[in-house]
């Protein structure tokens, strides 16, 4: 994939390692096990497969969401153990087990969403909350620790007030309860789900061992359509989900809308952004976060690629990059494990590779003869899937990471 020796001609980008065809529908997402060699792929027919990707095969297949609904997103991390989530667009997402020959025959737990619209939903990257920490530190009392002083805890605790209730004194919700409250106990814990709502511009989070939508952002309450801060917005139609270390383990969500917007939350503030910028002059269809949580790269219908830094300090957002494109329409971003490479899906049937960290373009990739509607790497950065309307998913060896062969 680099220049030639001598002057000669840079060499041409490679094809793909293999093709995983089986698909009747164009495939809409794709995700790899956090730490065995399978992929998951959902098309628009509703069909959920489940790849081997040492021996290039289908280990199964299920029809996850029927009626023509088709699955629009797949997702899968190290914090939800053995499991697959699959969106449809029947309002539905489903909790699959992850068994030795594909996935269980029906799904562990069924979430009445009655979301549908267009965006892909997002499970929680982590950058640092270590595993000592999280051992130390209960999941109920993880969530927002450096708001609060332990004398003003300690007060709290002889009046009677619980910790719940203050970490959530700000979110201004009339279905507010204790009980409500204490579905927040597993935010440390990471098992969650952030998905656009029944309300297209707003954003849910799910807990994902009890089906239960906690909250909703904004958290607004008698608030006009003028002063929202996301109703003139339009649908929201990128999400990612993720934790900072800097943050106390806390949620934060990057949101992006069909005016070209990206907003930037913070649990602990869930009724205004901490940051609202707006890089694209169309919709925001992918958004990415880097290993670290503190940058990403978002595609749109625009022709443009934008990569950013977050500061957590300041609570701020910055573009680092914009990429001109010749052709339009980038619906999906993915960034691999150790922050090297970047990739992006296009309308234009092309797989774009990058310096994540320079935002230098370093090949594109022509395999596919249908819009590209998704990218993926694996955990251990050695693989790439991508996947078409062209019925298939490929799968590639880029820029392998040092150490291996």
Request: hydrophobic share 35%; charged share 20%.
């Amino acid at each position: 994939m680099s220049g030639g020796g001598g002057g000669g001609k840079p060499r041409p980008p490679p094809d793909p390692i293999a093709v995983m065809r089986g698909h009747r529908a164009p495939v809409m997402d794709a995700c790899f096990h956090p730490s065995r060699p399978l992929l998951f792929s959902g098309s628009a027919d509703g069909e959920l497969r489940v790849w081997d990707t040492a021996q290039h095969r289908t280990l199964s297949s299920t029809l996850a969401h029927g009626g023509g609904a088709g699955v629009y997103s797949v997702a899968t991390n190290f914090a939800i153990g053995n499991k697959v989530v699959s969106q449809g667009r029947d309002g539905t997402c489903k909790c699959w087990e992850i068994e030795e020959a594909g996935l269980s025959r029906k799904p562990l737990v069924t979430f009445r969403t009655n979301s549908y619209h267009f965006c892909k939903i997002s499970l929680v990257k982590s950058a640092s909350c270590s595993s000592q920490s999280s051992k130390a530190i209960p999941a109920s009392e993880r969530i927002v620790e450096s708001d609060y002083s332990i004398n003003e805890l300690e007060e709290n605790k002889k009046n009677g007030v619980s910790k719940e209730s203050i970490r959530f004194s700000d979110v201004n919700c009339a279905e507010r309860s204790q009980a409500h409250l204490k579905d927040f106990s597993t935010m440390g814990e990471r098992k969650l789900m952030a998905l656009a709502g029944e309300d297209s511009s707003m954003v849910e989070i799910w807990d994902l061992a009890t089906a239960k939508k906690l909250m909703r952002f904004p958290q607004t309450s008698n608030v006009d359509a003028a002063s929202h801060p996301t109703m003139q917005r339009g649908m929201c139609m990128a999400i990612q989900a993720f934790i900072p270390s800097e943050s106390g383990c806390s949620l934060n969500l990057l949101s992006g809308y069909e005016d070209g917007s990206m907003l930037w939350w913070d649990i602990r503030k869930p009724s205004l952004p901490l940051s609202t910028v707006r890089y694209h002059s169309e919709t925001v269809l992918s958004l990415a976060v880097d290993g670290t949580c503190s940058g990403g790269i978002s595609g749109s219908a625009d022709n443009k690629i934008v990569m950013f830094s977050l500061d957590h300090r300041m609570g701020t957002c910055t573009m680092r990059k914009e990429i001109s494109l010749e052709r339009s329409g980038i619906a999906g971003t993915a960034i691999r494990g150790d922050n090297k490479i970047a990739a992006t899906a296009g309308w234009d049937h092309r797989v774009r590779i990058y310096d994540y960290r320079k935002g230098n373009p370093l090949a594109i990739l022509k395999y596919h003869s249908a819009s590209c509607n998704a990218v993926a790497f694996s955990a251990d950065s050695k693989l790439m899937a991508s996947c078409s309307e062209d019925t298939t998913v490929a799968l590639w060896e880029l820029y392998p990471p040092k150490g291996t062969s």
